[in-house]
């Protein structure tokens, strides 16, 4: 029954996507109910998923060679970020219904989203790590397809190319990690590397870490990796909320917290992660707060809300990170699906532009305030109790001075969705745009998704006892989900985190009186706009790449006199290593 | 004289029918250009039978021996892998060609020269003495010139096929002068006596590695003896260029295998070598495709990289005497022809409809093919599956086949080789880099003129596209498909060391 589960819920997305694809570009209205169709039912498989979690395998293929047992687990990690994929999922491909329509080669979009869908939960389900690498790369392969969706703008090309080439530079990483789990312990299940860590040397278990740690930077996009996020930004808004808001960025974030029992006794592994979680935080969050870009800012508040999340890992506080997660997924899917609908009508991206949006879609103003509350972390929506707890979890377990910079960090994204919501939805029109009111299928799916930030925290019971009982290396003692909640309201940490929220936000109502502020850290918000140089750098590596495969073309002279020289020049070199090692 | 047995016939039927398709194309008329497409295939058709027996008689009686005076064939399970690699390549690019070259004068040299070609890269992977490897080596030089040459009246043809002479000339020098040393040293040209008799440390033994290593690695593309690659590959027709990058350079390396395996006691760094080869063709490969405009061009430098990787992995087998990295090597040898070979068959159905069928023979450049996969959705989506198969992107063959040299390398449990198998995952993502533009110019929604100008593309051409694309698929969700091939090819490679 569960390997039927698993299965359909893989299969289902991707019989859509072939369902699709095979509709043919010429009958929009089969491809879109049939996209709907696929995805709902996706979701629905999933959510049947969650009575029949277990911590054993549930699924065994043999693959025989080296490729060893294609293994799927169904615990309560997977399930949930399954079910987290597909509902998203499926809510981003009823929104599509509306943003998509009219647009040509749609059977190319909803097959790659359905793709996705599938391969998001396989990648979360797997028990083996080679398993989870080639879903890995589907996933990215399926994000650069639909990044460079409208693949006749240069911009769209570069950010599609840009991510996919990021993200695998970081695959190479785990890729490493399959490799060595195979060569030193014999198979490719994620628990032979949890149970039999301690017999891996001690250099190869750090190259492990590290190298997951790398993936998992690259794929969640955090400092120094990040930069491919806000390319990526060119991706239809459906696909942004789906893939790089909700759920493919979280992969790197879920292998953390999957493989933290191996992990977490390598040398400098946690403070690792801790400042990457840390730094990632906040500079996405300074860079959130000078970005005109609407869909930009929401990016780099993606970058810096995974910081939030890795951080919590860094500090050991698994559960916290996973159920900020889910939270995230939630209410990040709903703001940008509600940019989406300000996007699609205005036809701009730029928040210069906009204003005063409000009195004219209230709707979208009101569904993206509810997401924006939850951004910032005003109670009781579900970001709310996620952030409170990585901070707190943060107090007791992590440094000091870790602490500090995410408490600041709240600060500034209090900021920044604050400034962001006034910027698009009140102050004064700033041009003259026409307004299409949202379609019904907006409507829908970004209404589901703002009741779910008002109430995905009361599963917060529900998703601690299953991360506790199928979860065997992780030894999690999550308490009950009132007991939870309890601490949260009566932790000091809660109220300084509030405070610190609420200076935020005093801090964009009264912009104008601290604009002698403002004015001398300037310095930073012109860094911040310049993405502190990681940009930058970026371009001056594939420059230097490319130099030098400019450059080498000299050594292709076409002449045959050189190319015979280069095959004598070669025999040279051989016989002299050959004399020199004999 | 011993009787023919199947796998004799295997070599034979080809050789005897090139003469034949040569001499139906010259005296039938009126139509017997035409015919010696057909016959081509039938032949072809024809030599699967022998090579089924061959196969099964293998599989139940092992080395398959054939002696002829003092010369004799033997075939192993690596020379059943090359066989398999020609002959299969082989028929679907015969199958190809009928449409293509539909329209080309002196067909019957064309179909000639690839039959003849193809029975004797199945003849080079049986030879037993360094004299007959030489020999076979020769005669696939001699047929692959005929074909890289074969639009004689273009210059850039012609220069392309100059060069290859030239070079190959070279090469088969050294490898002359690596026999009469071996000859001088243990008085034989049998491989399995030459291991018995070569002392443990002989230097005119290894100057005549040294001479192999060169003068075969000139055919098998090594960098840098790599440079007649890029314009043979990009002015061949496309079914050759297919030829010659999935099959007659692996058959270089076959050959380059065969003798080193001989050699393997004399206390060389063999592997060691391979393994540096490799890591310059993976870069250099890479680095060079990065900045071609050219589509056919790109496919060739690509090439280069690939072989890196087979490389890597039997140098790794020569390095640690394991199958494992020979296994990963030969199967990646098999995907790699799969997929160039797919390849370049794509990219040659769309260069035919939009320049070759117009009479135009310009290259084909990456802007032509701007939204191409509107007007040619198969040929678009085959081209597509390739170069990301190639590019090593799971769930096609080539990351399968990739992760089993990674895997070997890793098993040796050697920093510096675990290092190498890094940079070839790098190079896996810099390759992305160029293949991934490739696929977004095609799927444009904007068409290029030169597709807005194209002509038809005939349905049978889709026919062997199909073919290969759904076999790269269908090895990269089950792996194990090829095993039957790859595995006893890489323990009959680590068998002939002789351990």
């Not at chain 1, 047992?69 to 169904?74: C, G, I, K, M």
């Not at chain 2, 050699?263 to 310059?280: C, D, K, P, Q, R």
Request: aromatic content about 10%; hydrophobic content about 55%; charged content about 10%.
């Amino acid at each position: 029954m569960t390997d039927w589960l698993i299965v359909l819920t893989i299969g289902l997305p991707w019989l859509g996507a072939l369902a699709v694809w095979l509709t043919g570009d010429d009958r929009p209205d089969q491809q879109h109910r049939l996209a709907v169709i696929f995805s709902v039912l996706a979701g629905i498989t999933a959510l049947l998923l969650i009575p029949s979690t277990s911590d054993s395998v549930a699924l065994r293929i043999d693959v025989g060679s080296v490729f060893g047992d294609f293994t799927f687990v169904p615990d309560g990690l997977g399930v949930f970020l399954a079910a987290v994929a597909t509902v998203v999922g499926c809510l981003a491909v009823v929104f599509a219904v509306d943003y998509m329509d009219g647009e040509k080669q749609l059977g190319r979009f909803y097959s790659f989203v359905l793709l996705f869908i599938g391969a998001m939960v396989g990648l979360v389900l797997t028990g083996s790590i080679l398993l989870l690498f080639i879903f890995w790369e589907i996933t990215a392969l399926t994000s650069y397809a639909l990044i460079s969706f409208h693949n006749d703008d240069p911009k769209a090309v570069a950010g599609g190319i840009k991510a996919l080439v990021m993200t695998s530079f970081g695959g190479v990483g785990m890729l490493i990690g399959g490799l060595i789990v195979y060569a030193y312990l014999g198979d490719y299940q994620i628990s032979t590397l949890l149970s039999r860590a301690d017999e891996l040397p001690s250099g190869v278990l750090a190259a492990l870490a590290f190298g997951f740690l790398i993936a998992a930077a690259a794929k969640s996009a955090q400092v120094p990796f990040h930069t491919w996020l806000p390319g990526a930004m060119e991706a239809p808004t459906p696909v942004s909320a789906l893939i790089h808001a909700a759920t493919m960025v979280n992969g790197g974030v879920y292998v953390l917290a999957r493989f933290y029992p191996a992990f977490e006794g390598v040398n400098g592994w946690t403070t690792a992660v801790t400042v990457v979680g840390l730094v990632s935080a906040l500079m996405a969050a300074l860079m959130a707060l000078v970005a005109t870009d609407l869909k930009r800012v929401l990016a780099y508040s993606t970058v810096s809300q995974l910081g939030y999340m890795v951080y919590a890992i860094g500090v050991g506080d698994i559960f916290a990170s996973q159920f900020h997660l889910l939270s995230h997924a939630v209410f990040k899917a709903l703001l940008f699906l509600s940019a989406g609908a300000v996007i699609h009508s205005v036809g701009t991206r730029d928040m210069r532009e906009m204003g005063g949006l409000g009195k004219q879609m209230p709707f979208v103003r009101n569904v993206f305030v509810v997401g924006s509350l939850a951004l910032a972390g005003l109670p009781i929506l579900n970001g709310f109790w996620s952030k409170e707890l990585i901070l707190e979890g943060g107090l007791h377990d992590g440094p000091v001075w870790a602490y500090i910079g995410m408490v600041i960090g709240a600060g500034i994204t209090a900021l920044y969705t604050f400034r962001m919501v006034w910027l698009v939805f009140y102050s004064e029109p700033r041009a003259k745009l026409h307004v299409h009111p949202a379609g019904q299928m907006m409507r829908l799916s970004t209404g589901i998704l703002a009741a779910g930030t008002a109430t995905t925290w009361l599963l917060i019971g529900l998703f601690g006892e299953l991360l506790e009982d199928t979860l065997p290396f992780h030894h999690l003692h999550v308490e009950a989900g009132t007991t939870l909640l309890g601490d949260v309201l009566t932790a000091p940490a809660t109220y300084l985190a509030l405070g610190v929220v609420a200076l935020g936000l005093l801090a964009w109502w009264f912009r104008d009186l601290l604009s002698g502020v403002a004015a001398s850290l300037r310095p930073i918000g012109d860094a911040a706009a310049a993405d502190f140089g990681f940009e930058w750098l970026n371009r001056r590596v594939a420059l230097w790449v490319t130099t030098a495969g400019e450059s080498l073309r000299t050594f292709q002279t076409g002449s045959v006199n050189w190319n015979v020289a280069g095959i004598v020049g070669a025999l040279i070199v051989v016989l002299v290593i050959l004399a020199l090692g004999a | 004289m011993a009787d023919m047995t199947a796998f004799t016939w295997m070599i034979a039927l080809p050789l005897l029918a090139a003469p034949v398709i040569y001499l139906i194309g010259r005296l039938v008329r009126p139509d017997g250009e035409a015919l010696t497409r057909w016959a081509a295939l039938v032949m072809l058709g024809l030599t699967w039978i022998p090579f089924a027996i061959a196969a099964s008689d293998l599989n139940a009686d092992g080395v398959q021996t054939y002696t002829l005076g003092t010369a004799s064939l033997r075939l192993d399970d690596l020379g059943l892998l090359l066989a398999a690699l020609s002959l299969g390549l082989g028929t679907i690019v015969v199958f190809y060609s009928g449409p293509y070259m539909a329209a080309d004068d002196g067909q019957e040299k064309y179909y000639a020269s690839l039959v003849a070609m193809v029975g004797v890269m199945m003849g080079l992977g049986c030879a037993a003495d360094l004299f007959n490897l030489w020999v076979w080596f020769e005669a696939m030089a001699i047929a692959s010139y005929l074909l890289v040459a074969f639009y004689h009246e273009q210059p850039t043809s012609l220069e392309a096929g100059v060069k290859y002479l030239v070079q190959s000339a070279v090469g088969s020098v050294f490898v002359l002068l690596g026999i009469a040393l071996v000859l001088s040293q243990t008085g034989t040209l049998d491989l399995t006596e030459i291991r018995a008799a070569a002392p443990e440390s002989s230097i005119p033994l290894l100057a005549a590695g040294g001479l192999f290593l060169i003068g075969f690695g000139v055919k098998a593309a090594l960098v840098p003896m790599h440079t007649w690659l890029p314009d043979a590959h990009s002015q061949a027709p496309s079914g050759i260029s297919a030829m010659l990058s999935g099959v007659v350079i692996e058959a270089g390396l076959v050959a380059l295998l065969r003798v080193l395996s001989a050699l393997v006691g004399i206390g060389a760094s063999w592997g060691e070598l391979l393994m540096v080869f490799g890591a310059f063709n993976m870069l250099i490969g890479n680095l060079m495709a990065l900045r071609q405009t050219q589509v056919k061009r790109l496919l060739a430098y690509s090439s280069l990289s690939h072989v890196g990787y087979m490389l890597l992995g039997l140098g790794i087998a020569f390095y640690a005497q394991q199958a494992a990295g020979a296994e990963g090597g030969f199967f990646h040898m098999l995907t790699h022809g799969m997929m160039k070979g797919l390849a370049f068959l794509a990219a040659g159905a769309l260069l035919y409809a939009l320049h070759a069928s117009m009479g135009d023979h310009g290259p084909l450049t990456i802007s032509d093919l701007s939204g191409a996969a509107q007007k040619y959705p198969w040929a678009a989506l085959g081209l597509s599956v390739a170069v990301l198969g190639l590019a090593g992107l799971p769930p096609l063959a080539g990351f399968m086949s990739k992760w089993q040299i990674f895997v070997a390398g890793f098993e040796t449990k050697n920093e510096w080789i675990e290092a190498l198998v890094v940079f070839a995952a790098l190079n896996s993502v810099l390759s992305l880099a160029y293949y991934a533009p490739l696929v977004n110019a095609l799927y444009r929604q904007k068409p290029s003129d030169a597709v807005l100008a194209g002509g038809p593309l005939p349905s049978l051409m889709n026919v062997p596209l199909a073919v290969l694309g759904v076999a790269i698929v269908a090895v990269g969700v089950w792996p194990s498909l090829l095993d039957w091939l790859s595995g006893p090819a890489g323990r009959a490679l680590i068998a002939s060391f002789g351990f």
